[in-house]
């Protein structure tokens, strides 16, 4: 009879337990899917020498989304992956706040070197200087010789991130004028060449992708500064010209102590590009065929169109501009000029009567009379002190 009672228990509870038994090859089959699925995102990003389109990136999101997947829904091993793919797909739709947001989960990352590189990639692209600098610092002792070279010319550029450009207006090509600092929100790549350093057809046609592709956003400005001398004006002309360079130019007509490129800016000889963001402050500094560099100015252009939150850039300590602060607050203010608040109208005297009881109503526990009655006075009195004050009462749990 023991025997029959315990049997009698035992039988019950593996009728619960069989189809959880029966789901485990159906759970773990959706979790290899699950990983596969993850594994082709990761690879179709995970290129360092491509850019990713920003349709590749809208479309790596809306699959996460199907799949119903983020670091929060995966599983331990997964989530690094999983990580990976939402930072590559967020400087790709030049989304560079979030893809920052995300660069502390990396610290886990068993791949040290491909977590650094990450961090470097994300720093260049959201112009954090520090976080730049360090991640390549370390990176640096985890490569041979050839790679230590290329960290320390990219460690380089960083030192002149997130510094104020110059207040200085500039003569272009056609008698125009253009500000660095006063950038009244629009992002600026600055171009810095010489016509006798022989450019690849790669770097030209990098130069004329992107004004084709921003030339016609109000908020981004292309700006070529040559700096060859009084002597060459005309061959550099000539050099532009022949090579289709339509954007404006500026001729410094000094090839050593040129007041930009070696004072202001302490750039060698060589072509190098520069992205000035929407506060007049040095965003990345780098190589027009670089898809770091492409992914900076992606973001830089979006913020400037308020389509992401605008980062600040930081220099190599860790500052922010006190110039990109003042740019801010004179936008600010610039747009309250255009679009004041509306002005507040007077007091009245049905909507405070209607306030007085609808505080009575919340005193004596009848919250939702009370609310009935401040949601009237904000749509039937709208304007009054009595109005904000019932929006005030309806913010509150």
């Known amino acids: 009879m023991r025997h029959l009672a315990e049997t009698i228990r035992i039988v019950p509870a593996m009728l619960l337990l069989s189809p959880l038994i029966a789901a485990l090859p159906a759970a773990r089959a959706q979790d290899t899917e699950t990983l596969a699925k993850l594994e ?47 930072i590559l797909a967020a400087l790709a739709v030049g989304d560079a706040a979030r893809a920052q947001e995300m660069l502390p989960d990396l610290e886990t990352a068993p791949d040290i070197a491909g977590a650094l590189r990450l961090t470097a990639l994300v720093a260049t692209v959201a112009g954090d200087a520090g976080a730049g600098y360090d991640a390549l610092t370390k990176l640096r002792k985890l490569v041979d010789e050839e790679g230590r070279k290329r960290i320390s010319a990219r460690r380089h550029r960083f030192m002149r991130v997130g510094l104020p450009v110059p207040e200085q207006p500039l003569k272009t090509t056609g008698s125009e004028t253009i500000s660095l600092a006063r950038r009244d929100g629009k992002a600026l790549l600055l171009d810095f060449w010489k016509s006798r350093q022989k450019r690849t057809e790669a770097e030209h046609a990098a130069l004329a992708a992107v004004y084709k592709q921003y ?44 007041p930009l490129t070696h004072k202001a800016f302490k750039l060698g000889s060589k072509s190098v590009q520069m992205i000035i963001d929407r506060d007049g402050v040095i965003r990345a500094v780098g190589l027009i065929t670089e898809p ?10 979006a913020e400037a169109n ?19 602060r003042v740019a801010r607050e004179r936008r600010r203010q610039a747009e309250e000029a255009k679009n004041p608040p509306p002005k507040m109208l007077p007091s009245d005297p049905i909507a405070a009567s209607l306030l007085r009881q609808a505080r009575l109503y919340l005193k004596t526990g009848k919250r939702t009379l009370a609310r009935e009655i ?18 005030f009462w309806l913010e509150r749990p």
């Open 374 to 391: 401040f949601e009237r006075v904000v749509r039937e009195y709208p304007g009054t002190p009595e109005a904000k004050d019932a929006e």
């Open 40 to 86: 082709r995102l990761h690879k179709r990003l995970a290129k360092p020498d491509k850019v990713i389109s920003v349709e590749q990136g809208r479309d790596v999101f809306e699959k996460l989304f199907e799949m119903d997947v983020s670091p929060a829904t995966v599983k331990p091993r997964h989530r690094l992956l999983v990580i990976e793919i939402e």
């Open 306 to 324: 308020g389509e992401y939150p605008s980062l600040m850039p930081r220099t190599r300590d860790g500052r922010k501009s006190d110039a990109a």
């Open 215 to 258: 030339g016609g956003d109000q908020e981004f400005e292309l700006l070529g500064i040559n700096s060859d001398p009084r002597g060459r004006l005309r061959q550099a002309q000539t050099y532009a010209r022949e090579h289709h360079y339509v954007w404006k130019q500026h001729y410094e007509q000094r090839s050593s102590g040129a």
């Open 292 to 301: 770091a560099f492409q992914y900076a100015l992606r973001a830089t252009v």
